[in-house]
């Protein structure tokens, strides 16, 4: 198999980069692990300008997604205390990625765009611009784009010492269980040292979440547990879910060899 362009993760930077190649006449195959729909930790804000490019690339504009809240402002809260709403300049789409992703990555195939789900790299050889599978297919590349998350196996191939600096705990909350009937974001400032926490709404669930810049010293279960109560939510720690993610960490040159 030869392609133009090999995408190596199918999240929205990996599709929103194959819209754009296919928009561009030339042939590109995305590499995802996973089988879509599949869950991705995350609280699903989608911003205006996020929107606005999607759209821009003719993607997004028809995604409804049956757990989707169309938010227009926030509440802000320092620690427990609630200081002020604050409108949106535009609308906040606060998605379900288990839908979201799904969409995109539909879109794209129904585009003629080639996806390999479920299917692992055991190499990446960057001088022969050629991928094994780990069936040991080979797929030849020009340019190969790496879109497999904050830590994935590309990351290395530009930056071997990375190592992401922030680290978040989330939970998923039937909103049955809560009294939070908003449908404004709220962000609760304070609450981590260089960080913050937060409740996105969904249809039928809360986002609850908080992240600040890693620290191996914080009981970060405890910290989160005394979060969730000072906002009056109840929830098992078995429930948690965690994810380092990079802070800045921005690459000046992503690339790594140029022919
Ligand atoms: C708790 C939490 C809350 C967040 N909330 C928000 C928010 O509200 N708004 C926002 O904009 N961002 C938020 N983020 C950040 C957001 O989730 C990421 O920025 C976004 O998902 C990055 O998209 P991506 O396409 O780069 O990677 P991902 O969405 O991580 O997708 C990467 C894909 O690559 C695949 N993959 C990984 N390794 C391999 C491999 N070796 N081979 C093949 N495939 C591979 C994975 O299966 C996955 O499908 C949040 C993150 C967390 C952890």
Redesign the pocket.
Same mark, same amino acid.
């Given at each position: 198999m030869n392609y133009d362009v090999v995408i190596? +993760?199918? +999240?929205?930077? @990996?599709?929103a980069a194959g819209h754009n190649i296919i928009n561009n006449n030339l042939s590109c195959c995305i590499? =995802?692990?996973?089988v879509f729909p599949?869950n991705?930790?995350?609280?699903? @804000?989608?911003?205006q300008k996020?929107f606005e490019l999607l759209k821009s690339l003719n993607l997004g504009q028809e995604f409804k997604g049956e757990n989707t809240i169309v938010s227009k402002g926030v509440s802000i809260y320092l620690k427990d205390k609630y200081i002020t709403d604050i409108a949106c300049k535009g609308n906040t789409y606060l998605v379900d990625?288990f839908e979201f =992703?799904e969409y995109l990555v539909r879109a794209y195939e129904k585009k003629g765009g080639k996806l390999l789900e479920n299917?692992?790299?055991k190499n990446i050889d960057t001088e022969n611009n050629i991928i094994t599978l780990a069936d040991n297919q080979n797929i030849k590349f020009k340019y190969i784009i790496g879109? =497999?998350?904050?830590v994935?196996?590309t990351r290395s191939l530009v930056d071997k010492d990375i190592k992401a600096n922030g680290f978040?705990l989330?939970v998923d909350i039937d909103k049955i269980n809560t009294s939070y009937n908003s449908d404004n974001m709220a962000m609760y400032y304070g609450v981590l040292p260089y960080g913050y926490g937060w409740i996105?709404p969904k249809k039928n669930h809360l986002?609850v979440?908080f992240?600040g810049e890693y620290d191996k010293k914080i009981d970060y279960k405890c910290e989160f547990e005394n979060f969730l109560n000072n906002i009056g939510i109840n929830c098992d720690r078995s429930e948690f879910k965690g994810?380092f993610?990079p802070f800045g960490q921005y690459l000046n040159k992503p690339i790594n060899k140029e022919k």
């Open positions: 190596i +993760g199918a +999240g929205p930077s @990996g599709i590499i =995802d692990k996973q599949r991705k930790l995350c609280a699903g @804000g989608v911003t996020t990625r =992703d299917t692992k790299i879109a =497999d998350g904050a994935g196996i978040c989330q996105f986002s979440g992240i994810a993610i």
